[in-house]
């Protein structure tokens, strides 16, 4: 098991969007516990159900909004604590330089972006599925990419416990971000729970909308 704790990649700027994205998928956990609907009502309102979106009509037992604004609202809820914490640590380690690189507006066209990605690619491999898809993870494997992308060598201090090894070592992020994929990749036939097609398209929007845009950059600099 490994955990990334921090990155050794010191930003230029306060990361404006990344803490308010997290404070946003905070303040909705919060508000999805003590909702009158809780926790899993919650879910069952306002998650992406592939079945839905596929079919074109709303379950009759379900008392939902709009299927085509879940896709949206499903990448702000989380299904408890633990799915929330993990997902909010790897969004502030690896989010900061991501809206540093690519600015605050185009961030977060980014992220959402990212996000829509990567339920698309879960619904299109899990079409007839009824269950709620839910949480930021689809959006920030997004993030993911483009760090994958973008900052390569940058030192990851990770914590590592195999059996009587525990050790916090730091890491180059092409080795923490690329097993995190291969450990995706490995995991999507298994279910369990985890919507892990989202991961891998998310990942892959995300590497691929940096790389069309660090083109373009380039492009645009030779130029001039």
Known sequence: MFIPLKDENPTQRFSYVTVFLIALNIIIFLLQVFSSHGLEGSIIRMGAIPYELTHFRTLPYFSRISPPLTLLTCMFLHGGLLH??????????????????LGPVRYILFYLVSGLGASLTHIIFNPSSRIP???????????????????????????IFLFIFIRVVPIPAAVVLGIWFLMQLLNMGFGGGVAWFAHIGGFLVGLFLVKIYVRRKQRFSNQH
């Open 84 to 101: 929330l914490l993990f997902n909010m640590l790897y969004l502030w380690i690896f989010g900061n330089n991501v809206e540093d690189f």
């Open 133 to 159: 898809m839910i949480g930021a993870s689809g959006a920030i494997a997004g993030v993911l990419g483009a760090y994958f992308l973008l900052f390569p060598r940058a030192n990851i201090l990770t914590f």
